[in-house]
């Protein structure tokens, strides 16, 4: 349509925008990473501390990719499945970490279970950490990650409808027997897909991680937290090296996303329109 | 605006398009190009609009060689199959859009648009339709508007994609007329695309008959329909029925009918082609003996179906006569009735090129 | 009338969902949701206005928070509108055009998604840090990016990218071309037709992308920590002045930041919610 000229044009604009902001960051991680030799690339990511940081990050995913995935799939099954009023007011606080600060996220839990919290003076006369400690870090990396799975598998499941439930349903199968037989199986890609966002997040969650953790070395350090550490200490080229490995965290990210993308092409961009999603069922 | 495609040719990869095609249209005709699917008659349509480049060949527009102009300087009105609205423009803004956009020394003042498109409008009758939106509007309305707005920028040649597909019988009908007539009082050179023969005959001054890429034939809807060329255009443009042709003796048979007197060889093994009202019925004896096995009324016409001797049962002949001849004589099914022939053209069996 | 051999109808003028777990499954989302989501929150609006509403007033009009407030938000917006122009123009080439290693750049526009605040910030301020690769020309261009609040304004493009391309790009593919072909056989230029025909339609997409960017940018904490100066009324988000105060035990101070980040967001997002309805009715019309 426009002239080859104005296209050239704008394919290089769009590049240079891209290579500035997106290219370059990621480049100078891993640049800077090595920047001191490959020597102390690993004496960087085998520092005890930074093995323990990774440790409490892996323990944290652990705990809270699950978690939210079952909330996921049952918040998933309520709305897809059911009408009932009220559902987009459910959608839309489904959404409702996405507009909160890290920062906040973490707060509020420390207004709940800190020292000076509601739950603080319980929790201290029976000597039950909280915050500043690893279940902080969970509840605060749970608040910030549940919405992955959930708005994922909304779309999917609202796309295949009741149909093959009813089905089995009619066939004689129980409503456990439909789930794991019928429903997981029809939704394994976007479920995938959700956990895999859900992960990277939680992997990553800095703001508010830092609010609860406390930061206590070789305790409540996560990954993130020991980079900040890191760089704050100067220590730059040992800061990136930790970093570099959250980068290849993300790129693997990127490239499972890619195939499953490649696999369901319905997952594509699904989870930012679970927004209009909202505002079409209110309209 | 004449029109004249010289040798022009597009392929689609391995697809032939259009293949070497030669077509003259004076100004001020209305032709229907008329082809089933895939017989490359919407791409002809769009290298004529500029919408698509030909591989080779030319495209000249009054004379001047416009093959690689650019569609927005052949001043060529198209209409879409799906009208192609602007969904967030009203009516109004659709139709005065082609105005709105010219440069600035030919644009007109706001007051002439509005004039203008107020009375394009009143044309097509949406006059009261002016602040509505698409979406609002129903399949016939639409397209209506889809032609006040290409007609706004006063084009020589208008071009319609299958204009009337998506419409019920009832509208198609009437925006046939419309069409008809805006043409004789707008005098604009238009070619429109259809694969219904019974459109391209009530509508256009000419047909081409388009198949896989050529032209089959070209000629006025009476001569297209009457005198076809090929088996191809015989079947396309109307009801057929098909007998093969028997040679014995050196005289032609059609079943027991001897045709010898227009019968020139063909080629080998004939079929004949025969139109339904072209087949003659009666009681009275000595014709090919033939028995009524379903009689239906379809309006103006009465259609009888019949088992020919001879015929395979699953092969009935199919004649029409007019409900008067019908109300006359009162055919029953089951009646064993005598056919002659008053019209017949022969092919070679295997032309359906 | 079949009797199901399940419990029978209470409601007999309500048809019984046939698939069972309607109670299991939305009873353990609003438990789930009130356990991490509804109850921690009130905590701050109970927190905030605890002390009463006068405090929260003297707390929240305070000269060094409202300035983080200013910030914050401010370069949300702005970050958030250059995404917009940038946005729409990625997602442009990147529907319509072809070139080498497409398919590579577009999965890497989800890159923000995916990589770790905290890394991300560390790597644009090393980028843009008066050294850096860019920073270092830029500097010769007399513009100062890391340790300024536009190097916060560069760390919220970055966090940005990714929703408004790929809140376009689903609607770049859906435009019916037919209708840009129609605005060109109507005389309309390229520009025309972008103009007039095109971006119309994009409009809703387009304040969704923007509206999704600038809520992220406004929380943003990890990217922008380490390229923004953190100099108190200069370039200081207000995260981290809820944070400072957190460390003093100013519990009250915090909240009442983190209530008054709360209820602005809120009324933008009802701001943009509205406009977004004007929009798609204007120009939706399916």
């Not at chain 1, 920062?103 to 500043?132: D, E, K, P, T, Y």
């Not at chain 3, 750049?105 to 605040?117: G, K, N, R, W």
């Amino acid at each position: 349509m426009s002239s080859r000229l104005g296209r050239l044009l704008l394919i290089a604009l769009a590049l240079v925008f891209l290579a500035m902001f997106l290219v370059l960051p990621l480049i100078i991680v891993f640049v800077e990473a090595l920047s001191k030799g490959f020597g102390a690339y690993l004496a960087a990511v085998s520092d005890p501390l930074a093995l323990a940081a990774v440790q409490l990050t892996l323990l944290v995913a652990a705990i809270t990719v699950p978690l939210n995935m079952i909330f996921g799939i049952a918040a998933a099954w309520a709305i897809a499945k059911f009408d009932f009023r009220g559902k987009s007011a459910l959608i839309t606080l489904i959404d409702l970490p996405f507009a909160v600060s890290p920062v906040i996220a973490g707060l509020i839990f420390i207004l709940v279970f800190g020292g000076n919290g509601w739950f603080g003076g319980w929790l201290q006369a029976h000597g039950v950490h909280v915050v500043f400690a690893v279940p902080g870090i969970v509840l605060a990396t749970i608040f910030v990650t549940f919405p992955f799975v959930a708005r994922e598998l909304i779309p999917v499941m609202q796309a295949q409808g009741k149909d093959d439930e009813e089905t089995a349903l009619s066939l004689g199968a129980d409503g456990w027997q439909t789930f794991w037989r019928v429903t997981l199986p029809n939704i394994r890609w976007g479920l995938l897909y959700g956990v895999l966002l859900c992960n990277a997040r939680a992997m990553g969650e800095f703001g508010a991680v830092s609010v609860v953790s406390g930061h206590v070395r070789g305790l409540t350090n996560t990954m993130p937290l020991h980079v900040e550490i890191l760089y704050n200490e100067y220590n730059v080229a040992a800061a990136f090296s930790v970093a570099s490995l959250l980068a290849l965290l993300a790129l693997l990210t990127l490239a499972a996303k890619s195939l499953l993308e490649s696999r369901a092409p319905e997952l594509r961009r699904r989870a930012h329109q679970s927004r209009d999603l909202a505002r079409r069922e209110r309209v | 605006m004449s029109i004249s495609l010289r040798q022009v040719s597009k392929r689609f990869g391995s697809y032939a398009g259009i293949a070497d095609l030669d077509l003259e249209v004076p100004t001020g005709a209305l032709l229907a190009v008329l082809g089933p699917s895939g017989c490359g008659k919407t791409t002809l349509l769009r290298i004529i609009a500029g919408l698509e480049t030909p591989d080779s060949g030319q495209v000249l527009l009054d004379g001047r060689d416009a093959t690689h102009w650019p569609v927005r300087d052949r001043k060529v009105g198209f209409v879409f199959q799906h009208y192609a609205l602007f969904r967030h423009m009203s009516v109004f803004e659709n139709v005065a859009f082609g105005l709105k956009v010219k440069p600035r020394r030919e644009r007109l003042a706001a007051a002439a648009i509005a004039a203008k498109v107020g009375s394009l409008l009143e044309l097509v009758q949406l006059g009261w339709a002016r602040e509505r939106y698409p979406a609002q509007l129903s399949g016939g309305q639409r397209q209506r508007v889809a032609l006040a707005r290409a007609l706004a920028v006063d084009p020589q040649l208008l071009l319609l994609d299958e204009p009337f597909g998506a419409l019920d019988t009832q509208v198609r009908h009437e925006l046939r007329r419309w069409l008809r007539r805006l043409h004789d009082e707008l005098h604009f050179t238009s070619i429109f695309v259809t694969h219904d023969q019974q459109e391209a005959i009530e509508v256009a001054d000419a047909i081409v008959v388009l198949n896989k890429g050529h032209i089959e034939q070209s000629g006025i809807p009476g001569d297209v329909y009457d005198l076809p060329r090929s088996a191809f255009v015989h079947r396309f443009l109307g009801q057929v029925n098909e007998v093969p042709v028997a040679r014995r003796d050196g005289r032609a048979y059609i079943g027991p009918l001897d045709i010898s007197a227009n019968a020139e060889a063909a080629g080998d093994g004939e079929i004949a082609l025969i139109r339904p009202h072209e087949i003659e019925i009666s009681r009275e004896a000595g014709g090919w003996s033939a028995t009524i096995l379903a009689v239906r009324v379809i309006g103006p016409i009465v259609r009888l179906e019949l088992r020919a001797e001879g015929r395979p049962a699953n092969e009935p002949l199919e004649v029409e006569i007019s409900r008067e001849r019908y109300a006359a004589e009162h055919f029953g099914h089951g009646e064993t009735v005598s056919l002659r022939l008053r019209r017949w053209q022969l092919y070679p069996a295997e032309s359906n090129a | 009338m079949a009797r199901s051999a399940s419990a029978t109808n209470k409601h007999p003028n309500k048809p019984r969902p046939t698939i069972p777990g309607f109670g299991l499954t939305l009873g353990y989302t609003m438990l789930y949701l009130s356990l991490i989501v509804l109850i921690p929150l009130s905590s701050v609006f109970i927190r905030g206005f605890g002390p009463g509403l006068g405090h929260f007033w003297d707390v929240v009009t305070g000269a060094r928070v409202l300035a983080s407030l200013r910030l914050s938000f401010g370069a949300a917006l702005i970050a958030a509108a250059a995404n917009a122009f940038f946005g729409l123009i990625v997602a442009w080439v990147l529907t319509r055009y072809e070139f080498p290693f497409k398919r590579i750049i577009d999965a890497m526009v989800d890159l923000p998604f995916a990589l770790p605040t905290a890394v991300a910030g560390i790597a644009l301020t090393t980028l843009y840090a008066p050294h850096g690769w860019l920073g270092g020309t830029l500097l010769s261009l007399g513009i100062k990016v890391a340790y300024t609040p536009l190097g916060i304004v560069v760390a919220l493009l970055f966090i940005g990218l990714p929703f408004v391309v790929r809140t376009l790009q689903p609607a770049l593919e859906e435009l019916d071309w037919e209708v840009e072909q129609a605005a060109a056989t109507l005389g309309a230029n390229a520009w025309q037709t972008f103009a007039r025909v095109i971006l119309p339609a994009l409009w809703p997409p387009l304040l969704t992308g923007f509206a999704l960017a600038f809520a992220r940018g406004v929380g943003e904490y990890g990217s922008v920590i380490f390229i923004a100066g953190n100099r108190p009324m200069k370039s200081e988000i207000a995260p981290l002045l809820i944070i400072t105060k957190l460390e003093q035990y100013d519990y009250a101070g915090a909240t009442a930041i983190a209530v008054a980040m709360l209820v602005i967001s809120f009324l933008l997002m009802l701001a943009i919610n509205a406009l977004q309805g004007w929009a798609l009715a204007r120009h939706g019309g399916r």
